[in-house]
């Protein structure tokens, strides 16, 4: 049994920034919803949000609300209450947790920021099913409730190759959804601004990229569970100069930890990589658990999923329609098994932790072999963990333990210690 270790785990400086983004960030949602004087869209998390920069919408992300439901442990007690009107407890724990909180007019957002007392109230809503097809019924749902509109792109998924016509088809989409957003808003999408907020875009995930890449540094900077709330700016405020600010103090920070050889753990022994969505009711417990081993996970599918390098300027709707198709939960197996074999390799990892998250097929990849197929080619052993994004009632803690105990241990024997 690997000895566990006293757990230090060094706090970055940056978090204090990030939390006054956030703060801001919903403070000014709150403000333009009580005023009416900003049109509010709802966005999916890897939606069309330039278009909507392009119009002065201020957008906000339900997806990362569900996440806060589950950070906050409110959602395992909201689900049930989705699963009464008819939405099963097998699909999405996001949705679930969201339409909850909705029915029981409760938000995590009033007790974190004083004054906000709900969630702001949508104009329109927007979806892309990029990444599910679950976000378009959680966004129909709310549009009647709302009655407002609610428009969508219907995306390729299973991508080997993102070819001229996957492009040709996501951009035409794009373009068709601006007239109705139009409607809304009340003016005209002004292309320099558009063009603007991809070129923010662009820097922010240019950044964003950086930062994540700092994790290859020995002893990593970063660990998996500082990155699920260090990506905030990147998900939310992705086309603004804010998210870039922020970003450029994270940036510094990691870099004066790697030329410090400053760990984010105490005694980096064993590096590892995450594939699939946080346990957001765990991270605490999740990041102590690993940092206790000497183990620390660098890096992930999920915080790399809002590196955009495909935005440009130039050329906006068809650079979006790559961008928001090329990503990863798009792709095909073998261009996942591809993806995750150069990250192994990029980041030095000696050990894969595959979530398989009970309510997200989509971004669980361990459920047909991967993981198997990756070990067999590249010698790096896994773990399959059982659980879920939201749904405490999914997971087993005492399970979870063991096994990654039982994981570090594989890990010391193989000899694969730092
Ligand atoms: S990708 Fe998964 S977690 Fe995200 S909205 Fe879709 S089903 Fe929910």
Not at 32 to 54: D, F, M
Not at 287 to 299: M, P, R, T
Not at 313 to 338: G, H, Q, W
Not at 398 to 411: G, H, S
């Amino acid at each position: 049994m690997p000895e566990e270790k006293k757990v230090i785990i060094r706090r970055l400086n940056t978090a204090k920034d990030l939390g006054k983004f956030m703060a801001d960030y919903y403070y000014e949602l709150d403000a333009a919803a009580k005023s009416g004087k900003q049109k509010i869209a709802w966005c999916t998390s890897v939606g069309p949000a330039e278009i909507l920069r392009g119009m002065g919408y201020l957008i906000y992300f339900p997806e990362t609300h569900s996440a806060m439901l589950g950070s906050t442990r409110m959602a395992t007690d909201l689900i049930p209450k989705a699963n009464a009107i008819g939405y099963s407890p097998e699909i999405c724990s996001y949705l679930t947790a969201d339409i909850g909180a909705f029915l029981e007019n409760v938000t995590p957002l009033a007790n974190i920021y004083k004054g906000i007392e709900s969630v702001p109230r949508p104009d329109v809503l927007v979806y892309n099913t990029n990444q599910c097809r679950d976000v378009q019924d959680w966004f129909n749902w709310y549009a009647k409730r709302f009655d407002v509109p609610v428009v969508g792109i219907e995306t390729y998924r299973n991508v080997p190759e993102v070819t001229p016509a996957h492009i040709t088809s996501i951009s035409r989409q794009m373009e068709n959804i601006v007239q109705p957003l139009e409607d809304v808003a009340g003016r005209k999408l002004d292309m320099d601004e558009f063009k603007n907020a991809v070129a923010l875009s662009r820097e922010c995930s240019n950044l964003w990229e950086k930062c994540l890449a700092a994790a290859a540094a020995r002893p990593s900077p970063l660990t998996f569970f500082d990155g699920t709330t260090l990506m905030g700016p990147a998900v939310v405020g992705r086309g603004t100069q804010k998210a870039i600010d922020v970003y450029r103090l994270l940036l510094e920070e990691l870099n004066e930890r790697v030329a410090a050889g400053e760990g984010a753990i105490e005694n980096e022994r064993y590096r590892l990589y995450w594939d699939g969505m946080p346990v957001w009711g765990r991270l605490s417990m999740h990041s102590k658990l690993f940092a206790g081993l000497q183990a620390n996970v660098i890096a992930s599918t999920y915080c790399s999923s809002w590196i955009f390098t495909a935005l440009d300027a130039a050329n906006p709707f068809e650079s979006m329609a790559r961008a928001y198709t090329e990503l990863f939960i798009v792709r095909s197996d073998d261009y996942k098994e591809k993806y995750i074999r150069d990250k192994l390799a990029f980041f030095q990892c000696d050990g894969i932790i595959y979530h398989d998250a009970k309510t997200c097929p989509n971004n669980t990849n361990c459920r047909y072999g991967m993981a198997q197929r990756l070990e067999k080619k590249t010698g790096i052993p896994s773990l399959i963990m059982h659980g879920d994004l939201n749904d405490l009632r999914l997971l087993s803690d005492e399970q979870t333990r063991t096994n990654v105990e039982a994981f570090i241990e594989q890990l010391e024997e193989s000899g694969k210690a730092a």
